[in-house]
């Protein structure tokens, strides 16, 4: 809708076809229905991709106020959350109606429950075929996002069209993702189900400083999200309990003014109960008086660099977005153009262009769908 609207103000006709039931379900259903839908920190070191320069230019051609800006000329009221996440007042559905004002604006057409069969090269442009029709155009513009949240008939459709055309695509994964233990480690952390606190993670030299969230299944919340893009089957992630805080100068100084503390009842301070009892309980000293200078030390790392390792994550069912997609060797940065495939785009979460957790994947939508839009206008 954003590449649409653009682009249909140069005087471009544009078709906008859809295989759902309604326009922008995934802005719908986002940020608990008040769609986060940009985050004014949002920098190119936001994401992840095989090549991490390809976003600047398109997020410097589009920035979180430019959109800020749409949305005070709409009158769509809005509030900052914490790290810059920035949620309508009222609902996403907001949004998603202005962008299709902007659409209508720009005398776009969007065609809703089309099932694409197949899309082609014919006669220096395209032809897409679908259910019930057969459309050619001079340009064609993937946005078919990735195979995030299956039952929103969310797909790898997008790829496919980038490997009949000889585009390479970066193998997908599910991110932004709850991670999950196996059954040994289920049962030995289920009693923490429910628990949240700020922790720190990481996996090797990438670190997020969030809330965590323990779950029946393994680990959730959204340091544990942020870190899943990051992580891959067989690695360990280690998690700091109490971050900015030196705990083995803490227990240093519990032992000498409260020596007859039990190291669960020094964690209390600190982390919710049930989690200081789990943290505390292979430790066979009642009191930390009977805790000597090495065994201290143990005890403090356990905490603040307790390593996990989970076997899984709950894939593609609960992911927020996908990681990998185009190849963006393929693309042009500033246009999202085919290099091969003259008047070819791929734009969103289908190109190897993964954002961090809090606004910054929607971010990277606007942006590029405004470069493509852009660039369609001035070329065509």
Known sequence: MMCGAVAGQYGLSVLI????????????????GRCNFT???????N???QNPHFCKSALAGFTPQDFIDQ????????????????????????????????????????????KILDVKADQGGFCVLTSDA???????????????IPKMGASGFGYQIAQNFGLKVIPPCAALVPLIFDDAQKESTK?????????????????????????????????????????????????????DQNVRALLQEARVQNPRQSPSGFLDDYLPKR??????????????????????????????S?????????????????????????????????????????IGEVVDVTGHLGGHNFQWAWASGVAAGNALGNQL
Request: hydrophobic fraction near 40%; charge should be neutral.
């Open 134 to 148: 057969r459309y050619t155009s001079r340009a064609l513009v993937v946005a078919c996002g990735g195979p995030s």
């Open 17 to 32: 076809l859809d295989h759902a039931k309604a326009a922008g379900e995934k802005i719908r259903i986002s940020g608990g």
């Open 306 to 346: 307790w390593a996990l390792q989970p076997t899984g994550s709950e894939g593609y069912r609960t992911a927020e977005v996908t990681r990998g997609g185009v190849d963006t060797d393929a693309l042009s940065s500033k246009t999202m153009q085919s290099k091969q495939v003259p008047g070819l785009y791929f």
């Open 275 to 304: 989690l200081a009892q789990y943290m505390a309980h292979n430790t066979p000293y009642q009191r930390l008086a009977d805790m000597n200078d090495a065994e201290l030390d143990r005890f403090a790392a356990g905490v603040q």
């Open 191 to 243: 009693a923490l189900a429910g628990i949240s606190a700020p922790v720190c993670v990481w996996v090797g030299k990438t670190k997020f400083k969030e809330a965590m969230l323990f779950t029946h299944r393994g680990l959730s919340g959204p340091a544990i999200l942020q870190i899943s893009s990051y992580w891959s089957p067989g690695d360990t992630i280690y998690i700091d309990l109490i971050p």
């Open 47 to 49: 994401f992840i991709s």
């Open 71 to 114: 949305l005070d000329m709409a009158g769509i009221a809005w509030h900052e959350k914490t790290l810059g996440q920035l949620f309508c007042d009222g609902k996403a559905g907001q949004i998603i109606e202005m962008l299709l004002q902007a659409c209508a604006f720009g005398r776009n057409k969007i065609t809703l429950e089309r």
């Open 39 to 45: 985050n004014i920190n949002c920098r190119p070191d």
